[in-house]
Nanobody, 125 residues
């Protein structure tokens, strides 16, 4: 199995940027499709973005399309989420997730097999 640890969250003003990282350890990182989700208080976990094992394909939620970019570095065993033009409604705990497939995993939480512990992102207005 793979272990995932997110970092890079914090407090940022609206319009600002943050870059989240997810460090993977354990089994070979390139075995997995990866994704980012977020969960705000009182809300269900929400799909943000997904990426194929080699970075060749990506998918985004409409709410972040054009503002967020998912990427990965298989040599460094890392997944990234570049977040630009942040809005207060982006405030949430952000999770990275791994799916035991090389194609793009789906947009539902049950499409993924392993999860990190999350990192808090707070966007002030």
């Amino acid at each position: 199995q793979v272990q995932l640890v997110e970092s890079g969250g914090g407090l940022v003003q609206a319009g600002g940027s943050l870059r989240l990282s997810c460090a993977a350890s354990g089994r070979t990182f390139s075995r997995y499709a990866m994704g980012w989700f977020r969960q705000a208080p009182g809300k269900e976990r929400e799909f943000i973005a997904a990426i194929r094992w080699n970075g060749g394909s990506t998918d985004y939620a409409d709410s972040v399309k054009g503002r967020f970019t998912i990427s990965r570095d298989n040599d460094k065993n890392k997944l990234y989420l570049q977040m630009n033009s942040l809005k207060p409604e982006d405030t949430a705990v952000y999770y990275c997730a791994a799916a035991e497939t090389r194609g793009l995993a789906g947009s539902e939480w049950y499409d993924y097999d392993y999860w990190g512990q999350g990192t808090q992102v707070t966007v002030s207005s």
